[in-house]
C-alpha cells in the first residue's frame, strides 16, 4: 500500500496555503480532479491528507482513537485560550464527559426561559440603529456585538452580561486576537497578542469562578444557565469538575458558540437582503404559527417556523463557519477500500464544505433555496451512526455519511447544535419584524477564507427599512 497522493507545489514550507486559502472549494475541486477524493498538500510545514465526498467524512468524523487525535491537532491553539483540563487538555473520556454537562445547560426548559430574552437583547441592541427613515448598516458588526450579548446573557449568566459593555467584552477580544489560524501554526512566535491572550485568559476565568463563588455564598439556586449546570459537577469516576475547570470550560463555549453563531446570523440575513421575497414569507409564517406578528415569540413557536428552521440550515449548507475538521494521525491508517495509508504525523481533514456545494447531493447547489429541505433528509432523520458517548446520544448527533454536516459528526460532534438554532432563529424572526432588508449595490458579498471561521468580506452592509 502507498501514502496517498501529493500536491505539487512551488513555494518551499508555505506549500498550498495561499492556494487553499483563497478558495478551498476551488482548490479541492481542481485537485480532486487530478488525484481522486483522498490526496495529501502542504501548509506551512505539515501535512494534510484531505478525505473527500460522504466516505472522506465518515472516515474522519468516526476514526479510531488509537488511529487520530483531535486533541494533537487543536491543543496548541485551544489550551492557552480555555485552560488546562477541558476539551483537548485532557483525554477524550473526560471531554466527553464535559459535553454531558454542557448538555444539561441547554435543557428546553433553559430554552424557554432563553427565547424572550434573546428578543428583548435584540431589541434593545436596534435601538442605536435609524428607526425613523432607516438606511445603511454593517450587519457583521451588529451580530458579532448582538451575540455576545444574548450568549453572555442565556448561557453565562446575568452577572457576565452586566459586565459586558466594560470589561468582559475586551477580555474577549483580547482571547479572540489569540485565536486565530495563525496561532495555530506559530504557537513559538513571542507575538505580542500571546501576552494579551494569557492576561486575559486569567481574568476570564477569575470572573466566572467568582460568580460561582457568589453564587453559592448566597445560595442562589433558581438561576438556568450554563455556569449553574457546570457548577457542581463530579466526573462518573468521583474526580470533581472543579471550579477553575467549570470556568475554563465556559470559554471554551464563549469562543466555540460566537463567531460560529455571529458569521452564520450574518449570511443568514444577508440571504434574506437577497431574496426578500422569503422576508415576507417568514412574516406569513409567524402570523401562521403565531395568529399575529405581534405576539410574543416563543421556544415552542420557534420550533413550528419550518421555512426559518430551513433558512437557517440552507445558510449553514452554503456557508459552514467551520471548514477544515482536523485529526492528527497517530497511527499510519489506511483509508477504507483503497490503497492509501495515511502515515502518522499526516493530519486528515474533512471538508463538510465540498460535500455541502456538490451537485451530486445538492441540485443548484450554489443556489440559496431553504425549500429544498422540504424533501431532504434532515440531520435528525437520519440518525446516529452508533458512536458510543458512554451517557446516550448527543441532541441531534447525525450520521457521519449526511452530506451536510455543519455541525461535524461523531464523537467531537457539535454540543451547541440546539442553542445555535435557537439563538439564530430568534434573532432573525425578531429582525424581520423590525426591518425590511436588500442587498446594496454591491451585491452578496465573497466569503473570506482566511478567517478562523469563514466570514463575509468585508464590509457587509446591507440597506434597511424600519417597518414601524
Ligand atoms: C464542535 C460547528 C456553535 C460548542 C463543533 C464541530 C463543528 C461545530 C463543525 C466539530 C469539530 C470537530 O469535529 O473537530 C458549530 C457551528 C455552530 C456552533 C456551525 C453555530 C452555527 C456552537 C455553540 C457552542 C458550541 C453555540 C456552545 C455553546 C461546541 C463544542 C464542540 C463543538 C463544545 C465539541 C468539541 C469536541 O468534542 O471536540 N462545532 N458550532 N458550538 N462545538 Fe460547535
Known sequence: KNAPPEVHYWIPYLGSAIDFSLNPIEFYAKNRAKYGDVFTYTMVGRKFTVCLGVEGNN?????????????ESYKPLTTPVFGKGVVYDCPNHMLMEQKRFVKWGMSNDAFRAYVPQIVEETEDYFKRWNNETGGRADVFTAMAELIINTASRTLMGPEIRAIMDESVAQLYHDLDDGFQPI??????????????????????????????????????????????????????????????????????????????????????????????ELIERLLEEQKDVLGSVDAPLTFDALKNMTLLDNVVRETLRLRPPIIMILRKVVRPVVFPGSNYVIPKGNYVAASPLATQVDEQYFKDAMKFNPDRWDSLKKEEDIGDDGIDFGFGKVAGAGGARNPSLPFGAGRHRCIGEPFAYVQIKTILATFVRMYDIRLTEKGLPEPDFTKMFVQPKLPVEIDYKPRK
Open 59 to 71: 472516515f474522519v468524523f468516526n476514526a479510531k482513537l488509537a488511529d487520530v487525535s483531535a486533541e
Open 183 to 276: 496561532n495555530m501554526f506559530f504557537e513559538w512566535l513571542p507575538l505580542p497578542s500571546y501576552a494579551r491572550r494569557d492576561s486575559a485568559h486569567v481574568k476570564m476565568r477569575n470572573i466566572f469562578m467568582k460568580v460561582i463563588e457568589q453564587r453559592r455564598a448566597n445560595n442562589e439556586t433558581h438561576h438556568t444557565d450554563m455556569l449553574q449546570s457546570l457548577m457542581n459537577q463530579t466526573y462518573k469516576d468521583g474526580t470533581p469538575f472543579t471550579d477553575k475547570d467549570a470556568g475554563h470550560l465556559m470559554i471554551a463555549l464563549l469562543m466555540a458558540g460566537q463567531h460560529t453563531s455571529s458569521t452564520s446570523a450574518t449570511w443568514g440575513l444577508l440571504y434574506l437582503a437577497q431574496n426578500p
